[in-house]
């Protein structure tokens, strides 16, 4: 069974939180009929930088997996 890609939908809410600790990686807005994979990551609630590790782990897990081959 093959999945064809029509639309790339997200939200992304903050809801009543000032400092937004989740990463979405394509960025929002970025994301292609190309693209298959997709990560969210969520950030440690309340926890000191948690939006930075959020950032960190979803960057090196996407280059690590775009550098492997497909096969």
């Known amino acids: 069974m ?3 890609v029509t639309q790339i ?3 992304h809410e ?3 939180k000032k400092n937004q600790e989740d990463f979405l990686w394509p960025l929002p807005g970025t994301a292609s009929e190309q693209d ?3 990560i ?3 950030g440690v609630g309340g926890a000191e930088n948690g939006e930075v590790a959020s950032k960190i782990i979803t ?3 996407a280059d ?3 550098r492997t081959p497909a096969s």
Request: charged share 20%.
């Open 2 to 4: 093959i999945m064809q």
């Open 9 to 11: 939908d997200f939200l």
């Open 14 to 16: 903050t809801g009543a």
């Open 36 to 38: 298959r994979l997709f």
């Open 40 to 42: 969210v990551c969520d």
């Open 59 to 61: 960057e090196c897990v």
């Open 64 to 66: 690590a997996l775009q």
